[in-house]
């Protein structure tokens, strides 16, 4: 079991039991929602270039 921040909203997503996940870059994103993930997949750039948990912002 595991937490993750869904970067949409901030809301905390259990990944076991979270369905909406997408992946961008080599890292899957987790989601309260299909709404929240129609946005990642929308404009993903525009949520992992400023993560509402502010962890692991790497840009290599
Ligand atoms: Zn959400």
């Given at each position: 079991?595991?937490?993750?921040?869904?970067?949409?909203?901030?809301?905390?997503?259990?990944?076991?039991?979270?369905?909406?996940k997408?992946?961008?870059?080599?890292?899957?994103?987790?989601?309260c929602?299909?709404?929240?993930?129609?946005?990642?997949?929308?404009?993903p750039e525009?949520y992992?270039?400023?993560?509402?948990?502010?962890?692991?912002n790497r840009?290599?």
């Open positions: 079991m595991a937490r993750v921040q869904d970067v949409v909203c901030g809301m905390t997503v259990d990944t076991d039991i979270a369905s909406h997408s992946n961008y870059k080599d890292r899957t994103y987790y989601f929602s299909p709404g929240c993930k129609t946005a990642f997949e929308g404009e525009k992992v270039s400023n993560p509402a948990g502010g962890r692991e840009n290599d």
